[in-house]
């Protein structure tokens, strides 16, 4: 299992990535440095957002995990578990659907 959840914190992740996503992101950050955050989007897609907002260090500024290699494939929203295109598999606890 590629991530998994952990005591640190609850794993949220987005498959794909929008202004309104980059909204929940922010939110999640200032509510706590205890959320995982992991997006799944292309690069091209992650840039354009942000730059939309002319605010191209934000991902990292939220501490968020990124996968811009590999898209989703298989998703089982009942176990919370989800596995790339690249066979990576990824627990979440919450998921946003983009």
């Known amino acids: 299992i590629w991530t998994h959840p952990n ?7 987005f498959v ?4 309104d996503s980059l909204d929940e992101i922010q939110r999640l950050r200032n509510e706590s440095n205890q959320n ?4 799944i989007a292309s ?6 957002v942000a730059l939309k907002r ?3 260090d934000i991902y990292e500024r939220c501490q968020c995990g990124l996968v811009i290699d ?3 494939e298989l998703l089982n929203h009942e176990a919370k578990i989800l596995m790339l295109d690249d066979e ?4 979440f606890d919450r998921l946003i659907l983009v």
């Open 36 to 39: 995982n955050i992991l997006v």
């Open 70 to 72: 590999s898209q989703l």
């Open 7 to 13: 005591n640190d914190g609850p794993h949220h992740v």
């Open 88 to 91: 990576r598999v990824i627990v």
């Open 16 to 19: 794909g990535i929008s202004e």
């Open 54 to 56: 002319n605010d191209p």
């Open 43 to 48: 690069e091209d897609k992650l840039k354009e």
